[in-house]
């Protein structure tokens, strides 16, 4: 019965999305103000039936109802509990009821925290939600209902959840991506209103830009914890493999961050409104775009959901309606949206437009990248395949350029600059020169131009930085109390800026330094890795909740001292009839040891995958880095309700 | 002003180019690959089984009914993926799978079947990959379907899942019904 609650209740919340579709919007360009205050109670009311539904689809999993197709296709009695309820969003059913209800979270949030905000742009931006909650909605409803039952002959157990799915990183990696994907639709929400009103003030930047920086770093967090994922489960020690789902999650996080950018300008100088808007239409249009290629099954990619192309077809038309509809309206009405003010070649403004080029420069050739199999099969011109190489040689020049941009941008003034900032530059230039070429001498005794590369560029944001803060303080009397009472944004600035230079260093260093060998050991033998030695002492049987397994045993010394030991194992799923590598790794700041379990050879020993990889954790430090940047930047004291409340009535 | 107006169009122009291509792509399958040798006879070959080295295997002991030439390798973990399929396959669905063993060695592969249940009739092997550059390999795992006169009538490229095998299954049960 609980299921047919689920499907029930899903029904009532697209029928309450319509009515929030259409009620605020006829009252806010009535100007009726009753109609417009039915936008809250309505999103409320959304927001309860799909937690409902979505909670009707965990209970389902729980009570391991295996009479619901989706549950028994996901999920076994054996099935340890928490990936039982992590197997809710396990494939493709459940991940889109996630997708929607979490599309009910955000509206809920901006109709909580949004009191002090002008009713008619309210009304606005919780009807273009509630729009796009009618989309989703059908999509779930007549495609991929997760309630639908096998009657009468049920299987007595489920399929199981697939063995790459069953881990703490399924837990989390899909619901952040999702929040930083769905979040972009307030941005999109705010830009649609903005657009049928034709109002587009520094208030209206102020009211979109915290929202736009949480789902960043959502997107930033989803992405990095895809790739830690991806690093520790695959089994090969790769961290980004630009698969064309990948590819799908750093599009809109590329945009995005122009967005925030941009949304900076329009708020504090009130330019490029015309290309906030677009931006903020991208940001989400690209995620509609990477929920087409992921369930659509156009590209070939690791992510294999059940694919199906009535769904294709259902995505792509909600695409075609959400983004034409979207970009007409931009086209149509843009011209009404004024910039307030100029300004000069050689000023921040500029800089920032430059950081917004390059990112979109990146995200195009991103995108072009992974749909030119497409586009090539589609004119009848053959079958190929993009690889690394093709997105590595733009990627590493104009992320260089990128990042030497942020220095430059944030040394910078508004409006217009003086001479001055170019000495400061080339100072600080020639300093991050000499510390990258120090670089690979401290850690490697030995010259490498990328190692020296990505040294100096990580200097340049950390002095760039750095004298950003001097400057900040320069006139105050108590420096270190001023630098205390600097604004929060500026310290999610600073960090995120950081965060970047943190990346690029484990980037740089793990692509450079990585130590890769692949052997074939038996037991008692003992390999040796820079200062660490490995002894491969037994192989044992262990048998887990719904896999038996092969788990090697390695004895490791630093400096002939015992350090640890590590013990990768090889499973097989016995109820998916699938064998996984769980690799086994010693993390640390600096380097990650490695050990994979390859195949049984003959006479007992085996195949054995080593790899040392430096730095490799500073890739995924400088995305948390960005994301408390982020973070502290929404969270900045301008956006408290008093002092939007107050800004209001000076306006 | 005006071509500034029309410049304000361009973003949807794009995207308007942009959805068709996404469009026709729903149309084809990126894991399709078209074979010069569908409509073909099946390439002449002599190598020897992969179960008793000394017996040689023709084009002649291909069987004499629709059948699936799969190509797989113990180094290819997507074989591993597809492994169950072929045995439901030649379990529940009685169609018999001819194994061509491909740029492999013998005592991994022989291991494997012992290891993993052998779904094939029987296995070619072919440790230097001669008869799959005849055939075109592109890569394991790959699946022919070939049918009673020993023409090739399908090719799929990667591992068989559930929804491709209705597919294939349905040409099979076709050229049954012709033979």
């Given at each position: 019965m609980i299921p047919e609650f689920g499907t029930f209740s899903l029904i009532l919340a697209l029928c309450l999305s319509i009515a929030l579709a259409v009620v605020p919007l006829v009252g806010a360009s009535s100007g009726n103000a009753q109609l417009m205050g039915y936008a809250r109670p309505l999103t409320a009311g959304v927001f309860a039936l799909l937690t409902f539904s979505f909670g009707c689809l965990f209970?389902?999993?729980?009570?391991?109802?295996?009479?619901?197709?989706?549950?028994?296709?996901?999920?076994?009695?054996?099935?340890?509990l928490e990936f039982k309820l992590s197997a809710v969003w396990g494939g493709h059913e459940g991940s889109l009821l996630l997708w929607l209800w979490i599309l009910a979270c955000w509206t809920f949030a901006v109709s909580i925290f949004s009191k002090e905000m002008p009713q008619e742009i309210l009304a606005r931006v919780l009807a273009v939600m509630g729009i796009i909650i009618i989309g989703f909605g059908l999509f779930v409803l007549l495609t991929s209902s997760p309630f639908t039952r096998y009657l009468p002959n049920f299987p007595a157990d489920g399929a199981d959840l697939n063995p790459l799915l069953q881990d703490p990183g399924l837990i989390f990696h899909p619901p952040m991506l999702y929040m930083g994907y769905v979040g972009f639709s307030v941005a999109f929400a705010f830009a649609i209103a903005a657009l049928l009103s034709g109002k587009l003030d520094a208030a209206w930047a102020r009211w979109s830009r915290p929202w736009t920086n949480v789902a960043w770093v959502f997107l930033t967090l989803g992405i990095a914890l895809g790739s830690w994922w991806a690093y520790y489960e695959l089994g090969w020690g790769g961290w980004w493999f630009w698969d064309p789902v990948e590819n799908a999650s750093f599009m809109p996080w590329l945009i995005g961050?122009?967005?925030?950018?941009?949304?900076?300008?329009?708020?504090?100088?009130?330019?490029?409104?015309?290309?906030?808007?677009?931006?903020?239409?991208?940001?989400?249009?690209?995620?509609?775009?990477?929920?087409?290629?992921?369930?659509?099954?156009?590209?070939?990619?690791?992510?294999?959901?059940?694919?199906?192309?009535?769904?294709?077809?259902?995505?792509?038309?909600?695409?075609?309606?959400?983004?034409?509809?979207?970009?007409?309206?931009?086209?149509?009405?843009?011209?009404?949206?004024?910039?307030?003010?100029?300004?000069?070649?050689?000023?921040?403004?500029?800089?920032?437009?430059?950081?917004?080029?390059?990112?979109?420069?990146?995200?195009?050739?991103?995108?072009?990248?992974?749909?030119?199999?497409l586009i090539v099969d589609a004119l009848g011109m053959g079958k190929l395949s993009v690889g690394p190489p093709y997105f590595n040689a733009f990627f590493v020049p104009f992320m260089?350029?990128?990042?030497?941009?942020?220095?430059?941008?944030?040394?910078?003034?508004?409006?217009?600059?003086?001479?001055?900032?170019?000495?400061?530059?080339?100072?600080?230039?020639?300093?991050?020169?000499?510390?990258?070429?120090?670089?690979?001498?401290?850690?490697?005794?030995?010259m490498d131009w990328w190692g020296a590369l990505g040294g100096g560029l990580m200097a340049w944001v950390l002095f760039i930085s750095f004298r950003d803060v001097m400057n900040k303080v320069a006139n105050k009397t108590d420096k270190l109390a001023a630098v205390f009472k600097l604004s929060r944004a500026f310290w999610g600035m600073v960090l995120a800026h950081i965060g970047v230079g943190i990346t690029i260093v484990g980037i740089t260093m793990v692509t450079i330094y990585n130590d890769e060998r692949d052997l074939r050991m038996a037991i008692g033998d003992t390999m040796t890795l820079g200062d660490y030695s490995l002894t491969f002492t037994d192989v044992r049987k262990?048998?887990?909740?719904?896999?038996?397994?092969?788990?090697?045993?390695?004895?490791?010394?630093?400096?002939?001292?015992?350090?640890?030991?590590?013990?990768?194992?090889?499973?097989?799923?016995?109820?998916?009839?699938?064998?996984?590598?769980?690799a086994a790794i010693d993390p640390g700041l600096f380097r990650d040891l490695y050990v994979a379990l390859g195949e049984e050879l003959e006479d007992g020993a085996w195949a054995v995958r080593f790899q040392f990889k430096p730095f490799v954790r500073w890739i995924w430090l400088g995305a948390i880095f960005m994301s408390i940047g982020g973070l502290l930047a929404a969270m900045d004291k301008r956006y408290s309700r008093k002092r939007m409340g107050a800004a209001k009535a000076s306006s | 002003?005006?071509?500034?107006?029309?410049?304000?169009?361009?973003?949807?122009?794009?995207?308007?180019?942009?959805?068709?291509?996404?469009?026709?792509?729903?149309?084809?399958?990126?894991?399709?690959?078209?074979?010069?040798?569908?409509?073909?006879?099946?390439?002449?070959?002599?190598?020897?089984?992969?179960?008793?080295?000394?017996?040689?295997?023709?084009?002649?002991?291909?069987?004499?009914?629709?059948?699936?030439?799969?190509?797989?390798?113990?180094?290819?973990?997507?074989?591993?993926?597809?492994?169950?399929?072929?045995?439901?396959?030649?379990?529940?669905?009685?169609?018999?799978?001819?194994g061509l063993n491909y740029k492999d060695t013998a005592p991994e592969a022989q291991k494997w079947l012992r290891v993993y249940e052998n779904p094939y009739v029987f296995n070619i092997f072919d440790p230097k990959g001669k008869l799959g550059f005849d055939l075109g390999v592109y890569g394991a795992p790959e699946t022919y379907i070939v049918d009673a006169k020993g023409i090739v009538r399908y090719r799929h490229a990667g591992p068989i899942d559930v929804e491709t095998w209705k597919t294939m299954r349905n040409i099979v049960r076709d050229l049954e019904r012709e033979g």
């Amino acid at each position: 019965m609980i299921p047919e609650f689920g499907t029930f209740s899903l029904i009532l919340a697209l029928c309450l999305s319509i009515a929030l579709a259409v009620v605020p919007l006829v009252g806010a360009s009535s100007g009726n103000a009753q109609l417009m205050g039915y936008a809250r109670p309505l999103t409320a009311g959304v927001f309860a039936l799909l937690t409902f539904s979505f909670g009707c689809l965990f209970y389902a999993f729980w009570t391991d109802d295996f009479s619901v197709q989706y549950v028994a296709n996901h999920s076994n009695t054996a099935l340890p509990l928490e990936f039982k309820l992590s197997a809710v969003w396990g494939g493709h059913e459940g991940s889109l009821l996630l997708w929607l209800w979490i599309l009910a979270c955000w509206t809920f949030a901006v109709s909580i925290f949004s009191k002090e905000m002008p009713q008619e742009i309210l009304a606005r931006v919780l009807a273009v939600m509630g729009i796009i909650i009618i989309g989703f909605g059908l999509f779930v409803l007549l495609t991929s209902s997760p309630f639908t039952r096998y009657l009468p002959n049920f299987p007595a157990d489920g399929a199981d959840l697939n063995p790459l799915l069953q881990d703490p990183g399924l837990i989390f990696h899909p619901p952040m991506l999702y929040m930083g994907y769905v979040g972009f639709s307030v941005a999109f929400a705010f830009a649609i209103a903005a657009l049928l009103s034709g109002k587009l003030d520094a208030a209206w930047a102020r009211w979109s830009r915290p929202w736009t920086n949480v789902a960043w770093v959502f997107l930033t967090l989803g992405i990095a914890l895809g790739s830690w994922w991806a690093y520790y489960e695959l089994g090969w020690g790769g961290w980004w493999f630009w698969d064309p789902v990948e590819n799908a999650s750093f599009m809109p996080w590329l945009i995005g961050t122009a967005l925030v950018h941009s949304l900076a300008v329009t708020e504090k100088r009130g330019v490029f409104k015309n290309w906030t808007l677009l931006l903020a239409i991208f940001a989400f249009s690209l995620s509609l775009l990477g929920t087409f290629l992921v369930r659509s099954g156009v590209l070939t990619s690791v992510h294999a959901f059940a694919t199906d192309p009535t769904r294709g077809m259902f995505v792509l038309v909600l695409l075609a309606i959400t983004v034409g509809g979207s970009l007409l309206l931009y086209a149509l009405k843009a011209p009404s949206v004024k910039s307030d003010s100029n300004f000069t070649l050689v000023s921040r403004e500029s800089f920032l437009l430059v950081n917004n080029i390059i990112l979109t420069v990146v995200c195009i050739t991103v995108l072009l990248g992974t749909l030119y199999p497409l586009i090539v099969d589609a004119l009848g011109m053959g079958k190929l395949s993009v690889g690394p190489p093709y997105f590595n040689a733009f990627f590493v020049p104009f992320m260089s350029l990128l990042t030497l941009f942020i220095g430059v941008g944030t040394l910078s003034r508004w409006k217009r600059n003086g001479g001055q900032m170019w000495r400061t530059l080339g100072v600080i230039a020639l300093l991050c020169v000499l510390a990258g070429i120090a670089t690979p001498f401290v850690y490697a005794g030995a010259m490498d131009w990328w190692g020296a590369l990505g040294g100096g560029l990580m200097a340049w944001v950390l002095f760039i930085s750095f004298r950003d803060v001097m400057n900040k303080v320069a006139n105050k009397t108590d420096k270190l109390a001023a630098v205390f009472k600097l604004s929060r944004a500026f310290w999610g600035m600073v960090l995120a800026h950081i965060g970047v230079g943190i990346t690029i260093v484990g980037i740089t260093m793990v692509t450079i330094y990585n130590d890769e060998r692949d052997l074939r050991m038996a037991i008692g033998d003992t390999m040796t890795l820079g200062d660490y030695s490995l002894t491969f002492t037994d192989v044992r049987k262990i048998e887990g909740p719904n896999f038996i397994s092969d788990q090697g045993v390695f004895e490791v010394t630093l400096d002939g001292r015992p350090y640890t030991t590590l013990a990768p194992e090889k499973r097989f799923y016995t109820t998916t009839r699938q064998i996984m590598t769980e690799a086994a790794i010693d993390p640390g700041l600096f380097r990650d040891l490695y050990v994979a379990l390859g195949e049984e050879l003959e006479d007992g020993a085996w195949a054995v995958r080593f790899q040392f990889k430096p730095f490799v954790r500073w890739i995924w430090l400088g995305a948390i880095f960005m994301s408390i940047g982020g973070l502290l930047a929404a969270m900045d004291k301008r956006y408290s309700r008093k002092r939007m409340g107050a800004a209001k009535a000076s306006s | 002003m005006n071509t500034r107006r029309a410049l304000l169009f361009i973003p949807i122009i794009l995207a308007l180019v942009l959805g068709a291509f996404l469009f026709k792509g729903l149309s084809l399958n990126p894991r399709e690959l078209p074979s010069a040798l569908v409509g073909k006879p099946f390439p002449a070959f002599e190598l020897s089984a992969l179960q008793d080295q000394a017996k040689q295997l023709t084009k002649v002991d291909l069987p004499k009914q629709p059948h699936l030439v799969n190509i797989w390798a113990t180094w290819c973990p997507s074989c591993k993926v597809e492994h169950p399929q072929l045995l439901s396959i030649a379990r529940d669905d009685n169609i018999p799978i001819v194994g061509l063993n491909y740029k492999d060695t013998a005592p991994e592969a022989q291991k494997w079947l012992r290891v993993y249940e052998n779904p094939y009739v029987f296995n070619i092997f072919d440790p230097k990959g001669k008869l799959g550059f005849d055939l075109g390999v592109y890569g394991a795992p790959e699946t022919y379907i070939v049918d009673a006169k020993g023409i090739v009538r399908y090719r799929h490229a990667g591992p068989i899942d559930v929804e491709t095998w209705k597919t294939m299954r349905n040409i099979v049960r076709d050229l049954e019904r012709e033979g």
